[in-house]
């Protein structure tokens, strides 16, 4: 069997896959956080729980309902979109005047209720949700066997990202979002209902939650407190690539992954600790982060 | 000559309103000293030295978020630090006595604080808040793995020793008092601190940055020694609580316990001393009451509620309503 630096490369390109499916994770949470903070300012801890929140509601959709796959797709960010909407309205609007720290503990609040009350609910131990038959089986690479649902992963994930950076790049709803993270209040004065702006950028940000939530269901374990443990390596993720662009939330989040996954071949203790050691490392050459504009 | 009479008996009245200020809140601390001294009579010693050690971590977290407007979120890594230290050098080696165990605990977490200090000044605002919490993470992950920290389950049966060689610290009581003695320290130090020079330049800091550095100040440095002082005195909380409960757990690396001091910190009040304290007390013992009834799971989701209520309701915490209330009807 071929080598390289002493491992099989089957067992690299694994692994490899194994990164890039993860990064494909970090990738759509850390997009996420990077929307809503362009617009609110603030940090979202509820990512995680919301992430979890729309992996739940596809295994519960599917038991209870008998809601396949494809419907949840679709069905569960807009369900779990809303619940950010309500969270927006009810809650962050009226700190949003306040240091944009108490933004931050509120979402951890949030959180904290979130994942207390599901864990009351559902336990700590994973649901199991089976993946679609279409999913079953994958294709042999030669070099690697690719199972097709984390080749769907990866590119429904980098197409969703790529739709979000189409959208506020080159749409005039996009251009409003841009527009809204420069100076807000001009725009409000140019008659642009910039609460209802926050209030579907924030719902979208979770949106984009919800729907890695839906696609991490059938290949992560799915309980109440999934979310929590992942959301601190998105935000090393996002300290690293810095907040500057949507493109290098998604850079960042894809090549982390992929370290890590190395990581795990080369050295499997260090596999959870890689990404907080690349953060700070690149804190101390680069605070600003690899895609950071601001100081 | 009219105008300087009334600017003295200006001065005056207010060095008089200072004095009769002051000796109020002296009067409130000696009360406050009576009740800790004489409290384990009437409540469980060990029930009580857990509220010291939370209110002392509360003390040091809010020498950051109170008086310098720094938000670390990671606070749980100095705790478990100082507690780990100290749990694995008294169970380790029989010559250690208990109080070269807590001195070391302390010294471990301080080191730490001024590793983590020098990497997270980089950023500010919510960026700091973040760094701190990964940082804290990569502690977790060390204590997860290292060999000598007992892995998931944590340090057991950490000997309580003998203080100075002397008092037995079995006793229930003696320990109480040792518990008191170093959480005053830590309180005093802290109200010290706050109302020094160096305080001041910290509160300006947290007011107004761009003008603490336009006026020359190196603000960094002045993060920094807050940081690592903050963190020492979370180290020797750590340190005090493993002694006590003869245990280094996980949990209080976890990020959850990062958040739990921030609860605390905020729900007693920020940027007021006697806060966190009353923080403390208020949610260690909502914890024991909640465990002991049929909500014992509930835990997590009431904090989270409470937490809700507490940044949309009232930031300025119970402390902090309490003196503004004081402010507006009785003076």
């Given at each position: 069997m071929d080598m390289i630096l002493g491992v099989p490369i089957a067992v690299l390109a694994g692994q490899l896959l194994l990164g890039?499916?993860?990064?494909?994770?970090?990738?759509?949470?850390?997009?996420?956080?990077?929307?809503?903070?362009?617009?609110?300012?603030?940090?979202?801890?509820?990512?995680?729980?919301?992430?979890?929140?729309?992996?739940?509601?596809?295994?519960?959709?599917?038991?209870?309902?008998?809601?396949?796959?494809?419907?949840?797709?679709?069905?569960?960010?807009?369900?779990?979109?809303?619940?950010?909407?309500?969270?927006?309205?009810?809650?962050?609007?009226?700190?949003?005047?306040?240091?944009?720290?108490?933004?931050?503990?509120?979402?951890?609040?949030?959180?904290?209720?979130?994942?207390?009350?599901?864990?009351?609910?559902?336990?700590?131990?994973?649901?199991?949700?089976?993946?679609?038959?279409?999913?079953?089986?994958?294709?042999?690479?030669?070099?690697?066997?690719?199972?097709?649902?984390?080749?769907?992963?990866?590119?429904?994930?980098?197409?969703?990202?790529?739709?979000?950076?189409?959208?506020?790049?080159?749409?005039?709803?996009?251009?409003?979002?841009?527009?809204?993270?420069?100076?807000?209040?001009?725009?409000?004065?140019?008659?642009?209902?910039?609460?209802?702006?926050?209030?579907?950028?924030?719902?979208?940000?979770?949106?984009?939650?919800?729907?890695?939530?839906?696609?991490?269901?059938?290949?992560?374990?799915?309980?109440?407190?999934?979310?929590?443990?992942?959301?601190?390596?998105?935000?090393?993720?996002?300290?690293?690539?810095?907040?500057?662009?949507?493109?290098?939330?998604?850079?960042?989040?894809?090549?982390?992954?992929?370290?890590?996954?190395?990581?795990?071949?080369?050295?499997?203790?260090?596999?959870?600790?890689?990404?907080?050691?690349?953060?700070?490392?690149?804190?101390?050459?680069?605070?600003?982060?690899?895609?950071?504009?601001?100081? | 000559m009219a105008g300087s009479t009334n600017e003295s008996a200006i001065k005056q009245s207010i060095i008089q309103q200072r004095k009769s200020a002051d000796r109020k809140k002296l009067i409130l601390n000696l009360v406050l000293l009576a009740i800790l001294l004489i409290a384990p009579a009437v409540l469980y010693p060990v029930f009580l030295m857990k509220i010291l050690c939370f209110a002392l971590f509360a003390v040091a977290f809010n020498l950051l978020l109170g008086f310098t407007g720094l938000l670390s979120f990671g606070h749980a890594a100095f705790l478990a630090t100082g507690g780990y230290t100290t749990g694995y050098l008294l169970s380790t080696y029989a010559n250690v006595s208990t109080e070269m165990g807590i001195i070391a605990g302390t010294a471990a977490a301080t080191v730490l604080g001024l590793g983590f200090a020098l990497v997270a000044i980089r950023r500010q605002g919510i960026y700091f808040a973040m760094i701190t919490l990964a940082l804290a993470q990569l502690v977790f992950f060390f204590l997860v793995q290292a060999p000598f920290t007992g892995g998931e389950d944590g340090m057991h049966g950490v000997p309580r020793g003998y203080l100075f060689g002397l008092v037995d610290l079995q006793n229930n009581t003696a320990m109480y008092y040792f518990v008191l003695a170093v959480f005053l320290f830590g309180y005093l130090l802290v109200q010290r601190t706050v109302n020094s020079p160096f305080g001041q330049v910290l509160k300006a800091i947290k007011q107004n940055e761009p003008r603490a550095i336009s006026l020359g100040y190196n603000v960094n440095l002045y993060k920094v020694l807050a940081f690592v002082m903050s963190a020492g005195l979370a180290g020797l909380a750590g340190s005090v609580k493993t002694v006590v409960f003869q245990l280094a757990s996980l949990n209080d690396a976890h990020w959850h316990m990062s958040g739990e001091v921030i609860l605390m910190t905020l729900l007693g009040g920020t940027g007021t001393l006697l806060g966190p304290v009353v923080g403390a007390a208020f949610v260690v013992n909502l914890e024991y009451q909640l465990s002991q009834g049929a909500l014992g799971d509930w835990v997590d989701a009431i904090l989270g509620g409470i937490f809700i209520i507490t940044v949309i309701a009232f930031r300025s915490g119970i402390v902090g309503e309490i003196q503004k209330f004081m402010k507006k009807n009785l003076s």
């Open positions: 890039v499916i993860n990064g494909a994770f970090y990738a759509l949470l850390s997009l996420g956080l990077a929307v809503i903070f362009g617009l609110l300012k603030i940090i979202n801890f509820a990512h995680g729980a919301l992430y979890m929140l729309g992996a739940l509601t596809t295994v519960v959709m599917f038991d209870a309902f008998g809601v396949n796959y494809w419907v949840s797709l679709f069905l569960a960010p807009i369900l779990v979109g809303f619940v950010g909407v309500l969270i927006e309205y009810f809650l962050l609007r009226r700190i949003a005047h306040e240091d944009h720290i108490y933004s931050l503990l509120l979402t951890f609040g949030v959180a904290l209720v979130i994942q207390g009350v599901l864990t009351n609910i559902y336990g700590v131990s994973g649901l199991r949700y089976s993946m679609p038959d279409v999913f079953r089986g994958g294709v042999n690479l030669g070099f690697m066997f690719l199972p097709y649902y984390r080749a769907w992963v990866i590119v429904i994930a980098l197409l969703v990202c790529f739709g979000t950076w189409f959208m506020i790049e080159k749409t005039k709803l996009g251009s409003y979002l841009r527009a809204g993270t420069e100076d807000s209040q001009l725009m409000q004065g140019f008659g642009i209902n910039v609460p209802l702006l926050v209030s579907l950028t924030y719902g979208f940000g979770v949106m984009l939650a919800a729907f890695a939530g839906v696609l991490a269901a059938p290949i992560y374990s799915v309980s109440p407190v999934m979310g929590g443990n992942l959301l601190i390596v998105v935000f090393a993720v996002v300290v690293i690539g810095g907040m500057g662009s949507i493109a290098g939330a998604v850079i960042t989040g894809l090549l982390m992954g992929v370290i890590e996954g190395f990581t795990k071949v080369f050295y499997p203790e260090g596999a959870s600790a890689v990404i907080f050691l690349v953060m700070v490392i690149v804190l101390l050459i680069r605070p600003s982060g690899l895609f950071g504009k601001e100081a | -």
